[in-house]
C-alpha cells in the first residue's frame, strides 16, 4: 500500500526557514518522480518542485527558485523540500505526490498518489 506522509511545516518569521520531509512507504521512491506542491486559500494548487526518477532531472517553480531545494535521500526512502528567505506568500497547505510509474517530472502533473500535507504559516 502506497503512503506518503509529510512533515516539517509549521509557524515561522518572515525570512525564516523550513524543511520539509515526505516519508514514502509501500514503493521505492527514486523509481518515480517525485513532486511538491502547495495550495493556498481561495486559490488554486501549485507545482512548487518536482525531481524525475531515472536522471534526477528537477524542476521548479519562478515563484520560488533560488530559495527552495528538492531533495532525496534513496536510503531512507524520502523526499526533502527546503525553503529559505520564506515570505508571507508561501503561506499554504504542502503536499508531496508520486506518480506511479517512472519517468520525467512535471510541474502539472497528474499524480497518482498523494500525503495529506502539511501546513506552511509565514507571519510575523
Known amino acids: 500500500q502506497v503512503q506518503l506522509v509529510e512533515s516539517g511545516g509549521g509557524l515561522v518569521q518572515p525570512g525564516g526557514s523550513l524543511r520539509l520531509s515526505c516519508a514514502a512507504s509501500g514503493f521505492t521512491l527514486n523509481a518515480y518522480p517525485m513532486g511538491w506542491f502547495r495550495q493556498a486559500p481561495g486559490k488554486e494548487r501549485e507545482g512548487v518542485s518536482c525531481?524525475?526518477?531515472?536522471?534526477?532531472?528537477?524542476m521548479i517553480a519562478d515563484s520560488v527558485k533560488g530559495r527552495f531545494t528538492i531533495s532525496r535521500d534513496n536510503a531512507k526512502n524520502t523526499v526533502y523540500l527546503q525553503m529559505k528567505s520564506l515570505k508571507p506568500e508561501d503561506t499554504a497547505v504542502y503536499y508531496c505526490?508520486?506518480?506511479?510509474?517512472?519517468?520525467?517530472?512535471?510541474?502539472?502533473?497528474?499524480?497518482?498518489?498523494w500525503g495529506q500535507g502539511t501546513q506552511v504559516t509565514v507571519s510575523s
Open positions: 525531481v524525475s526518477s531515472f536522471d534526477g532531472r528537477i
Open positions: 505526490a508520486a506518480v506511479a510509474k517512472s519517468g520525467i517530472c512535471s510541474l502539472r502533473g497528474p499524480y497518482d498518489y
